[in-house]
């Protein structure tokens, strides 16, 4: 049986893996599913490499109360399905790196209360993801553990990048741009250095746009600067998070209208966004196919907060050569994607309307003073391929 890698997403309500096997150079996709419903109706589905579905099997919410629970029933059907011993390694997703790791980490005790510290800083995911790595340390103690981080992508930012216009010392505690999003960026840089080696050298603003969405300024592959900041709430709106705002409006609710801090957070991260403007739905299909004026405008204000943010971004990039939509709505919405553009008609972007509707990587018309192009995002793979080079095996090359 051939090696294989499992990589992990835990969340507070959801747990997701998928299995790669490790062929020659390649990372062949062999399994994929997971635990939703956490602490509600918990499902647990498990896939093929082609999507056929193997196991749907539903628990009671007693009996998987949290993350830690869940990955042991991940555990158990892996121990009786499918060879665990052929796993090599786990690579998990961890939101939060804080201002030190640049880079993904093999977990040890002493890493793992380090990730453990930056649970203030992102409470509910950190949580979520750090609980499977302290399952899987219990049940399997040789297994080497690998820790990908959100952040970790974005701590070669300069200075002016990382910084709020508050206080020092604030800067000093750890109040600063984190930014995230950072595997899916490095991802898709790696997918442009390999269809457009040139292109990547240069200036590229990504724009993952999916129910959580940020953009990212990139030169010569490395971010320099990102939307999201202290918090996955900040830069442009989302399903259903509000995006930038006035931190006076926070405190007017908290003074003025008497909501709770936790209200208050409930409100801007369930609350708000795509769902708050629109009344009706986080989901951009539903809006687009609404004839409500309501998902007409949050639609509109979306596409125009997008285009805005890479404007500032080109800013800090002095320019603007190749623009890149990734994500759920990035990858398959083009009416988004027309709006996005024509919104940046003034700096020289033309779009191909027949290549943006069938949907081929690259967008732009002749005469587009910047390359537009679509690069899905795989941020599992990503994880998977630093999990292989932490383990001291090369990892598969950037098209794998
Ligand atoms: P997540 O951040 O959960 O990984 P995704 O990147 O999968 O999210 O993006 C999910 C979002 O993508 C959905 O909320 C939906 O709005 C959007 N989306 C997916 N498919 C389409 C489509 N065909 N047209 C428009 N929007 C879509």
Not at 79 to 84: P, S
């Amino acid at each position: 049986m051939n090696d294989s890698i499992l990589v992990v997403n835990a969340g507070s309500s959801s747990i997701k893996f998928k299995l790669y096997r490790i062929d020659g150079a390649d990372l062949a996709p062999l399994l994929g599913g997971g635990m939703s419903g956490i602490g509600g109706t918990p499902l647990l589905t498990v896939k093929d490499g082609r999507g056929a579905v193997l196991e749907e099997r539903r628990f009671t919410p007693g009996d998987v109360p949290d993350a830690s629970a869940a990955q042991h029933h991940l555990e158990d059907w892996f121990a009786h399905h499918r060879g665990a011993e052929s796993i090599v390694a786990v690579g998990h997703r961890v939101v939060h790196g804080g201002p030190d790791f640049a880079e993904p980490v093999l977990v040890d005790d002493a890493v793992l209360r380090r990730l453990e510290s930056f649970i203030p800083l992102a409470p509910l995911h950190q949580l979520g993801n750090l609980d499977p790595i302290r399952v899987l340390r219990q049940r399997r103690p040789d297994l080497p553990q690998v820790a990908c981080f959100d952040t970790a992508f974005h701590r070669g930012h300069p200075e002016l990048s990382d910084r709020f216009a508050l206080p020092r010392f604030l800067h000093d505690e750890g109040v600063r741009r984190y930014g995230f999003h950072g595997l899916s960026y490095e991802y898709v840089a790696g997918r442009l250095r390999d269809l457009a080696p040139e292109t990547a050298q240069g200036r590229v603003v990504v724009a993952h746009l999916g129910s959580g969405a940020s953009l990212c300024a990139l030169k010569g592959g490395r971010s320099q600067e990102t939307t999201m900041s202290f918090t996955a709430l900040d830069g442009v709106p989302m399903g259903t998070r509000c995006g930038a705002l006035d931190p006076g409006v926070v405190l007017h609710l908290i003074e003025h209208k008497g909501m709770s801090p936790a209200e208050v957070g409930h409100m801007l991260y369930h609350e708000s966004g795509l769902l708050g403007l629109s009344g009706l739905s986080n989901d951009v299909r539903t809006l687009l196919a609404s004839d409500r004026p309501e998902a007409a405008m949050a639609v509109a204000f979306f596409c125009r907060r997008v285009a805005q943010a890479a404007a500032s971004l080109a800013v800090t990039l002095g320019g603007l050569d190749a623009f890149v939509f990734t994500a759920g709505i990035g990858e398959n919405a083009p009416e988004i994607r027309q709006r996005i553009v024509a919104e940046l008609g003034w700096a020289g972007l033309i779009l191909s309307n027949d290549a943006n509707r069938s949907g081929v990587a690259r967008l732009d018309a002749a005469g587009s003073r910047a390359q537009i192009w679509i690069i899905p995002t795989d941020e599992e793979r990503m994880i998977a391929r630093h999990t292989l080079r932490l383990l001291g095996r090369a990892a598969p090359g950037a098209t794998a």
